[in-house]
Structures are given as structure tokens and as C-alpha cells.
């Protein structure tokens, strides 16, 4: 089902699978030290959805879901342990890892929490301190 209005993702092993339509609220980049730590990686490419447009369409008893704090519920496989997104109750968004979306033509068009960065990227995207104001955050920008 990749095409405009959908994309098919799934877990590492393939016994989670999802579904996303529709256009992403928003597409980017996260070096904040929570999705550093949780990807096991210097950066998070997320892509976020309204969470009507986010489907599991096999596996969901194997979802599993971890919460650090209220903001962000995490999911992934219990059988593989692959990480297939973080649900944002107060943000009212889904980011799925756009690593785990098939096909996807991912766009990246902000970098957040830049000033936690492990991994500088000159590509001339905006750099924000912490989040954009519309997400909750300062809205400052930070140098590239």
C-alpha cells in the first residue's frame, strides 16, 4: 500500500505491522538524549501523525510500551525488540520512525533539540534550541 495516501511499516522481525495514511503533521530530525538513548543512536529521524492515521494491522498483542514520562509512551516489538513509534498524548501526535515506514519519501524539514546534539549537520535545515512554539517549546533557534 505505498503510495500517496499510505504506507505500510513494520518491526524489525515483521510481526508488528502498521499502516500510515494521509500527510505527516510534520517530518524531522531529534537529538534530544531520550530518543538518543532510545534509538541507540546520535539522531532520531521522526516522522509525526495524527493518531487516527496510525493502523496496526497485524501483531498488536506484541506491541510493547514503555513511558520515562507522561510525554511519550514508546512502542516496540516484544518479539524483536524493534522500535516502531512513540505516541505524544500532549502534543496529540504519533512519531513513527520513518526508518520503519516502507518506501516512504521522508523530507526532513527541522532539526529539535539541536543544543543536546552529539551529531552537527550543516544541510541548512533550521535548528531549533528545544521545539518549535507550536509544539510547546521556545521557538529559538540555535546556529548551525
Not at 521522526?46 to 514503555?66: N, S
Not at 501526535?93 to 519519501?105: G, N
Amino acid at each position: 500500500m505505498n503510495s500517496e495516501n499510505g504506507y505500510r511499516g513494520q518491526c524489525f522481525c515483521g510481526e508488528v505491522q502498521f499502516t500510515v495514511t494521509g500527510t505527516p503533521a510534520g517530518m524531522g530530525y531529534c537529538h534530544c538524549e531520550s530518543c538518543r538513548s532510545w534509538s541507540a543512536g546520535p539522531v532520531n529521524a521522526f516522522t509525526l501523525w495524527k493518531p487516527e492515521a496510525v493502523t496496526i494491522t497485524r501483531g498488536a498483542d506484541h506491541v510493547g510500551t514503555y513511558n520515562k514520562t507522561p510525554h511519550s509512551y514508546r512502542k516496540w516489538c516484544r518479539n524483536c525488540g524493534g522500535h516502531l513509534f512513540t505516541e505524544h498524548p500532549g502534543l496529540g501526535l504519533t512519531d513513527v520512525y520513518a526508518a520503519v515506514i516502507e518506501d516512504f519519501p521522508y523530507e526532513a524539514c527541522v532539526h529539535v533539540h539541536y543544543s543536546e546534539t552529539t551529531l552537527p549537520m550543516r544541510d541548512g535545515l533550521p535548528k531549533m534550541k528545544d521545539l518549535p512554539k507550536e509544539m510547546g517549546g521556545s521557538g529559538y533557534r540555535v546556529a548551525e
